[in-house]
């Protein structure tokens, strides 16, 4: 079967409510923490992405055992450490950084070595930001240049650590938190701003975590070795997901949606801040509060007024999922915009940066980059009429999603590869694209 599909026509005039996929990070650690907490814990409305799946097989060979029931997910843990392994065994993370990182910080006790592994593109990103905290826990792990695979084997003698987070990661931050959970006595964290559903996991569980906020850096200290039991969770709708959609209406004629029962985390929702800012019409309605999660419904316009942004870098850890979608805004918006260090993008499933300024070059636009800093020239009246094609590029799920977008937004006949990778995060991104009336062949 074809891994492509063709877009040959623009979509305009919808007005639709849509579900969006499950949030994936919130899903990720629902399923982590279910395996260290004690007793059966039921996790509704979980993504049922490749990143998710992986995590289900990698607890399952970890000893913890799950079963799915109308829907939902029952998980049954024996509290902290208590994996069941007799001899070394691999896990493999698939594509998901998110899982292989958080999982280190779980498997720090471990009586067997573990092997872990990923595809293609997961082998190729940095794992240097979570093996130099957790060998200052204490902990045995090796790997050739800082990039999986990585064996990992526990000790008894872990210390706390004081570590200062400075990328600005939640991936980071959440090993570390996971591996304090395993540490006797306080581990403390100076953490750049990122997002914090590890953080509200734990504190609905009770769990001794504190956070001070301090301008942009988190201030987390979290007391080790306590246990906490299982727990009832239903996850929201990824705002990262949304995101795709969100500007299919801003960029369409006409259009109007509402995506319900979003997760609208303040640390998630630097792409609402910014689309606001270049002239956006999108409001959030219905808000409640779900175990410290703000949730909403998402109301979106199509907006024909849009102006170029000069985005501040503190946004940028609340966007970072986002940049890629956003840039096909800045490519339609009247002026120049301009994004300042985002070199952390290229560190994602594939080069995003890279790939994304080869894009939209490819349809026309004016682009600068200086180091991380670029400048997106708009053009208001942007209509593609030529053939673009997007290859392969390590098979990244948000950049054949953006392709998508920017083809039925901008017109042209576009053939765009790796149609498979959106089970990683989206598997029905297609399917809601054709209920709206988007023609996908
Ligand atoms: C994620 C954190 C972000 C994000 C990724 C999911 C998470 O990565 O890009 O898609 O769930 O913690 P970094 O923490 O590396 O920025």
Known sequence: MSNHILIKEKINNFKKKINVASDKSISIRSILLASQAVGVSKISNLLESEDVLNTLKAIKKLGINYKKKSGDYFIE?????????????????????????????????????????????????????VIKPLRLFGVNIHSRKNSLPIEILGTDYLRPISYNEKIGSAQVKSCIIFCALNTPGTTQIKAKKSRNHTEQLLKSLNYPIKVNKVNNIDKISINGLSQFKSFKHIIPGDISSAAFFIVLTILSSNSEMIIKNVNINESRIGIITI??????TIKLKNKKIYKGENIANIFIKSSRKLKGINCPSYLNSSAIDEF???????AKAKGISTFKNLGELNKKESPRLDIALKSLKMMGIKVERKKDNIKIFGNPNL??????????????????MMACIAALSFGGKWKIADKDSINTSFPLFLDILKSLGAKIN
């Not at 890629?324 to 800045?330: G, K, P, R, T, Y």
């Not at 209509?383 to 990244?396: G, P, S």
């Open 77 to 129: 843990g024996f509290g902290l450490n208590n994996f069941n392994i007799k001899k070394k065994i691999t896990i493999n993370a698939g594509n998901s950084g998110t899982l292989a990182r958080l999982i280190l910080g779980l498997l720090v006790k471990s009586k067997f070595k573990i092997r872990l592994i990923g595809d293609k593109s997961l082998s190729k990103r940095d794992f240097s930001r």
């Open 275 to 280: 689309l606001r800012r270049m002239g956006a």
């Open 324 to 330: 890629l979608i956003i840039f096909l805004v800045a």
């Open 383 to 400: 209509e593609i009429t030529k053939n673009i094609n997007i290859e392969k590029y390590l098979k990244d799920h948000r950049v054949f």
